[in-house]
């Protein structure tokens, strides 16, 4: 069985390509591959996040070329982070005031 990328690992591809998985979904992932601090102005302006991050995508015909390197532990976690959506619950009665 060939490796299946998760969350927070380290992977390398193809030749110059390797960094951190920061998001997965079943249809492709996004490799974090550089991470730019923003000027303090940009952050004013936007401070929603400290850094732009320059992001890869690789889908899933793809993860075959994928080398795992390691993994990392974060202060976040992830299952905020997961697409699946099987255990959400909707408030009561929330789709009468979307339409």
């Known amino acids: 069985m060939s490796y299946i990328p998760k969350l927070n690992d380290y992977v390398k591809w193809k030749k110059n390509v390797e960094g951190w998985v920061y998001f997965k979904d079943s249809s492709y992932i996004t490799i974090e591959v550089r991470v730019i ?26 993860w075959h070329e994928l080398s795992y390197v390691k993994s990392r532990k ?26």
Not at 37 to 62: A, F, M
């Open 37 to 62: 601090p923003k000027e303090e102005q940009s952050y004013k302006d936007c401070g929603l996040h400290r850094n732009d991050r320059v992001l890869v995508i690789c889908y899933p015909e793809d």
């Open 74 to 99: 974060t202060k976040t976690s992830t299952k905020y982070f997961t697409s699946d959506l099987s255990t959400y619950k909707s408030q009561k009665d929330r789709d009468s005031d979307l339409y």
